[in-house]
């Protein structure tokens, strides 16, 4: 077996270590010591990394109470190795972890809401079996950096059997030996393996970042320490940017971006007006002619605009009337026709044309992949 040294100390970073056995695996080597500070993965926490002898750790798992480090590489069996674990990863991890009993202590003794889900990765993830609003988040992350700002010792226990029964702690578990009870006084008891840092003021600062309904209860995405810091940092250079560019206070930014999308929106529409009165404007200088029309805008006209130039010039068309703009190597068209309705013979442009699409009502859209000259020869013929 192997003796966890985590448990005893989560700052232990480097250690020796006897190789117990090694085991070829698909991607590297299954180690096995007879102690270790690697922390496996588990209970929604990924497994440290960094180097066992020469090599790197790439995962660790536990099995049955056996721990297995997987290595780029097999050290001798019976060889003392030296073990050096990535401590700032740790360590961002021990914040994050213990950031997140306090959340959820404060919310399970405020609103009796159960932790259901954790996951600790790029950020950290908690589901809860209760809905819950940003209003009820703000007060339980003023609570939590307050338990932060006291310094309270976290505290680990292994309570007698007789103990644990009389003791209320979240995670309860069916075991009654050797459960390991993580204890912040005043704000949380948990049944947890997982590293945690020694005094809450460590944790630096608690974020809560956003929240939503999920199954019947709430997600709730947070950042501590470390992450914290860089993730303010991060947003803190994005809303300076965003002020800067609209010469607004960075308390006033959100407001000002919706006001600037309001004012776009608004301009797009009256663009599209413009765009297709000057389509239907194209059709004014337009002679009458007994035959068809093919009549071209400038490349990615939308088929709003083909539409207005159709319509506008139908009536000094006795044929069809078609308005086509290329678009990727094919011409957007929209067709009409002033004596039959121009679905009846759409069958047979397509087939000339090589087209595609359709309408009803007399008037039809779709593309044709012919050249430019095939399209204007084709209607100019057009009987
Ligand atoms: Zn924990």
Redesign the pocket.
């Known amino acids: 077996m192997t003796e966890k040294l985590y448990n005893r100390d989560a700052y232990l970073c480097s250690f020796d270590a006897r190789v117990l056995s090694v085991t070829a695996h698909e991607r590297g080597f299954l180690v096995e010591t007879d102690a270790t500070a690697f922390f496996p993965e588990g209970g929604g926490q990924g497994a440290d990394a960094g180097t066992l002898g020469t090599y790197r750790v790439l995962d660790v798992q536990e099995r049955e109470g056996r721990i297995f480090h997987l290595l780029d590489g097999a050290p001798a069996v019976g060889a003392c190795v030296h073990g050096e674990i990535d401590f700032s990863l740790r360590f961002e991890r021990m914040q994050c972890?213990?950031g997140e009993?306090i959340v959820s202590g404060i919310l399970h003794s405020l609103y009796g809401a159960e932790n259901v889900g954790f996951h600790l990765g790029d950020i950290v993830t908690l589901d809860i079996d209760r809905v819950i609003d940003r209003a009820a988040l703000d007060k339980v992350e003023d609570l939590a950096n307050a338990a932060v700002f006291r310094n309270l010792p976290v505290k680990i226990s292994y309570p007698l059997p007789a103990e644990l029964s009389a003791m209320t702690y979240r995670a309860k578990l069916d075991l009654t030996e050797n459960v390991r009870i993580?204890t912040i006084d005043g704000v949380d008891a948990?049944a947890?393996c997982?590293p945690?840092v020694a005094y809450t003021g460590e944790i630096g600062l608690i974020k809560i970042l956003e929240f939503e309904k999920h199954r019947g209860g709430t997600r709730i995405l947070m950042q501590a320490g470390v992450r914290a810091l860089r993730d303010y940092r991060e947003k803190y250079r994005n809303i300076a940017a965003i002020g800067a560019a609209l010469s607004t206070k960075q308390h006033e930014t959100a407001e000002a971006v919706s006001h600037l999308l309001e004012a776009n929106a608004q301009l797009e529409y009256e663009f599209k007006c413009h765009r297709i009165r000057a389509a239907e404007a194209r059709a004014e200088g337009l002679s009458e002619c007994k035959g068809s029309r093919a009549l071209f805008l400038d490349a990615n006209a939308s088929y709003d605009e083909l539409r207005a130039l159709c319509l506008a010039a139908k009536d000094r068309v006795g044929g069809v009337t078609a308005a086509l703009s290329e678009s990727g190597g094919a011409y957007r068209y929209v067709m009409t026709a002033s004596a039959f309705p121009i679905e009846e013979r759409l069958k047979e442009i397509h087939a000339a044309l090589s087209g595609r699409g359709g309408g009803r009502g007399g008037i039809v859209q779709g593309t044709l992949a012919a050249k430019r000259d095939a399209i204007e020869a084709y209607f100019a013929a057009f009987a």
Do not use: G, M
């Open positions: 972890h213990t009993h993580v948990c947890c997982a945690h």
